[in-house]
């Protein structure tokens, strides 16, 4: 029969806990870092020459695009160093779980695929990273902090039938 004390329920080991503690966890914080890192130097560097000899329609989609790369990109930066936090015991993951509602995950997804065609080819990458590394993420946020169900609490089913036979046999 299983024990749904308290103190039994302290010993339980939360997914959320371990997914953060995780190889694979490091490795996606790895990848969000070094993706925000390459797109500063590419947006800094041959992103800008790019960008002056594009003509003016696609010129402005640039723009918007980066933008909106950028967002999405110090977005996904905020809840990775978030969740680092709780895997060095900086803060809990119930103090995760508030801050990252300042985390908007769905923002800047990017446009019209016939503009970003006309993009750079070295942006259109970083683009298309980007929301790989956005859906990995949505996914892992999703398992991390959905609340846990709560385990019905049954009672030992031999109750009513002991108090049964008490009853009947104080009669």
Same mark, same amino acid.
Request: avoid cysteine; aromatic fraction near 4%.
């Given at each position: ?34 993706? +925000?890192? $390459?797109?500063?130097?590419? @947006?800094?560097? !041959?992103? /800008?020459?790019?960008? %002056?000899?594009?003509?003016? #329609? *696609? ?26 936090? +709780?895997? $060095?015991?900086?803060?809990? @993951?119930?103090? !995760?779980? /508030?801050?990252?509602? %300042?985390?908007?995950?769905? #923002? *800047? ?63």
């Amino acid at each position: 029969m299983s024990d749904h004390s308290p103190s039994a329920e302290a010993d339980l080991v939360l997914l959320s806990e371990r997914i953060t503690n995780s190889p694979a966890f490091g490795l996606l914080f790895r990848e969000g870092m070094d993706l +925000v890192e $390459e797109t500063a130097a590419y @947006l800094d560097g !041959a992103g /800008r020459t790019e960008a %002056k000899a594009l003509e003016r #329609a *696609a010129s402005l989609s640039y723009a918007t695009e980066s933008m909106r790369l950028t967002t999405r990109l110090m977005q996904l930066a905020s809840w990775l160093l978030l969740h680092r936090a +709780v895997k $060095e015991g900086e803060m809990t @993951l119930t103090q !995760a779980n /508030r801050e990252k509602t %300042k985390v908007k995950l769905s #923002a *800047a997804d990017p446009g019209a695929a016939d503009m970003l065609a006309r993009l750079p080819e070295q942006l259109q990458s970083l683009i298309a990273r980007s929301m790989a590394l956005q859906a990995k993420v949505r996914r892992l946020d999703t398992t991390i902090h959905t609340p846990a169900v709560s385990p019905a609490v049954i009672g030992n089913p031999l109750v009513p039938q002991i108090n049964m036979l008490k009853a009947a046999f104080e009669r």
